[in-house]
């Protein structure tokens, strides 16, 4: 992986496995968000970043263990449209936080 300059840069590869089927959705927005951001100084303004713009486009805090759905994602499948927030906490920010470390 080429050196990350900005936060978009962290999301890629994509995990290989996932929670929910919306969550792949949700990926691909965020990284669309942070497009042409820098790179924050901190790996707790990262966190923050992240977290505020998981709630933007969910309404729903990173802190919540509930999974919900997001409309306007597909809707096919038992869990078409679903974001697992544990997916979230223990997988998807750990893997960009630990990606920003690695720099």
Do not use: V
Request: charged letters at 25%; proline letters at 9%; a negative charge.
């Amino acid at each position: 992986m080429t050196k990350p300059i900005f936060i978009s840069d962290l999301f890629e590869p994509r995990p290989w496995q996932w929670g929910f089927r919306g969550d792949p959705y949700l990926w691909d927005e965020m990284k669309e968000t942070f497009k042409g951001m820098p790179l924050p100084a901190s790996k707790g303004e990262l966190e923050a970043k992240l977290a505020a713009e998981y709630e933007k486009l969910t309404g729903h805090s990173i802190e919540q263990s509930e999974h919900f759905k997001i409309d306007r994602y597909p809707q096919s499948g038992m869990s078409g449209g679903g974001i697992s927030p544990t997916f979230w906490q223990e997988t998807g920010f750990p893997l960009l936080l630990s990606r920003f470390e690695s720099e």
